[in-house]
């Protein structure tokens, strides 16, 4: 089985049956040296200790490159918006500010999907996301608000701007029509299966029996909250600046700490994270000593 080794990332062995799919996830992978004190938006609001095995011990990571495929949907998706011209539109904007904690300089980084300047020294910003129905549903989440927030705050502060709207943009990889919130009843009349759509969903559930004097009746309802299209858009709520340097701050201080802070069970997704889609859980002392105990 062959391997590669990344810089910055780790080792990745070759598991994949196509030789096509390897290739695609190494042109995928970039070397990275991670530049002291300094932290993207995303690795910000990412737990500490991932980030900090990351940077510390990436010679001792491996993972399967099966593991790394989904990587091809983000960076495809992303390519396809990164060159559209529009007038007043930016895309893939780099970030970089500089803040003193512990009165030595730290950097704050990061590269913005796209602005859009609605009025002379206004702007909206936006992140693009290929999205699962599941996340639709769910809205947005705490780690949105932090990541489009910290955006905000470093763009309006490089580029003396303000920004006056935020928003998640995504679509919906696994979004399937015939799941749209309608009312579906099929009925056995004499025998035969006749099948029903309904404008309406007006009840909740799942498979609600009902029996009248001469039918069957069988009501499905769809997820209540299923997308009505595979467009995703939403308004991230807008922080007062003083909230978002206090978040920012904060971060930075967990990341330069000494040790890292444990992950959170929020942070492990219940452990799902650790189990599936954590590339340092190898190499964790926290998820390592679980399995040993
Ligand atoms: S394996 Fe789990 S506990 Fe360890 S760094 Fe990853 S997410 Fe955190």
Redesign the pocket.
């Known amino acids: 089985m062959s391997e590669k080794t990344v810089e910055g990332f780790g080792t990745i062995i070759n598991d994949l049956e196509d030789e096509g799919h390897w290739l695609a996830v190494l042109a995928s992978m970039r070397p990275y040296q991670a530049k002291p004190r300094q932290y993207s938006v995303t690795t910000l609001i990412a737990?500490t200790?991932?980030v900090h095995?990351k940077r510390t011990r990436w010679q001792d990571v491996a993972v399967n490159a099966s593991n790394l495929l989904f990587r091809l949907d983000g960076i495809s998706h992303h390519a396809l918006f990164e060159p559209l011209v529009r007038p007043h539109v930016k895309t893939e904007v780099a970030l970089k500010i500089e803040r003193v904690i512990d009165e030595k300089p730290a950097w704050i980084s990061g590269r913005l999907d796209e602005v859009e300047e609605v009025e002379p020294g206004k702007v909206v910003i936006r992140d693009r996301k290929k999205m699962k129905v599941y996340g639709a549903i769910k809205g947005i989440t705490p780690e949105n608000e932090g990541q489009l927030n910290l955006y905000a705050h470093v763009y309006d502060e490089m580029y003396g701007t303000e920004t006056v709207g935020l928003q998640i943009v995504g679509f919906l990889s696994d979004f399937t029509k015939t799941k749209t919130n309608k009312r579906w009843a099929a009925m056995k009349r004499n025998g035969k299966r006749a099948i029903k759509l309904f404008d309406s969903a007006d009840e909740a559930g799942s498979w609600i029996e009902a029996q009248n004097d001469k039918h069957l009746l069988f009501i499905e309802t769809r997820e209540p909250n299923y997308p009505e299209s595979q467009e995703f858009v939403a308004d991230v709520p807008l922080w007062p600046k003083d909230k978002t340097e206090a978040f920012m701050l904060e971060r930075l201080r967990l990341h330069l700490a000494p040790e890292p802070l444990?992950?959170s069970p929020d942070?492990?997704w219940n452990g799902n994270?650790?189990k599936h889609y954590?590339d340092?859980?190898g190499i964790?002392p926290?998820?390592n000593k679980e399995h040993t105990t």
């Open positions: 737990p200790q991932p095995l444990p992950c942070e492990r994270r650790c954590c340092v859980a964790c926290q998820y």
